[in-house]
């Protein structure tokens, strides 16, 4: 599950689908033709329940989604960013730890503030 900012429909993500699911078929140009034509089209293919590999698009504004993206963005920054780590399991060890330092630590519900949609238009 996703949001449905645009990078989540990208050209590259298209083509990394296309490839794991073993897609053969000619997927257009960027802004010409095909599924490669528009964000419309991009994220058609995605969500295509036909594929290995599908997204879900929920709203752009999803609260526990966005709160959920702070923290990883927290844990990209703080730890993966510039973290060096031997296999798998010292990697998972690390993050483990990292989680319980964060919440001993830093841990408070994230201001969340989305007034919703606006009637004007």
Same mark, same amino acid.
């Given at each position: ?43 058609? !293919?995605?969500?295509?329940? =036909? #594929?290995?590999i ?5 709203? @752009? ?5 966005? *709160? ?29 730890? !990292?989680?319980t330092?964060? =919440? #001993? ?7 969340? @503030? ?5 009637? *004007?238009?």
């Amino acid at each position: 599950m996703v949001d449905q900012l645009n990078i989540h429909q990208s050209e590259s993500l298209v083509r990394l689908v296309a490839e794991r699911c073993e897609i053969k078929t000619d997927l257009g140009i960027k802004k010409k033709i095909g599924i490669l034509k528009s964000l419309k089209t991009r994220a058609a !293919f995605l969500s295509d329940t =036909n #594929h290995r590999i599908r997204f879900v698009y929920i709203p @752009k504004h999803t609260s526990w989604l966005n *709160q959920i993206e702070c923290w990883f963005s927290i844990l990209m920054r703080r730890l993966l960013k510039r973290g060096n780590f031997t296999s798998t399991a010292d990697l998972k060890q690390k993050i483990l730890d !990292f989680i319980t330092y964060y =919440n #001993h630590t830093f841990a408070q519900p994230f201001q969340w @503030k989305f007034e919703g949609f606006s009637d *004007q238009g």
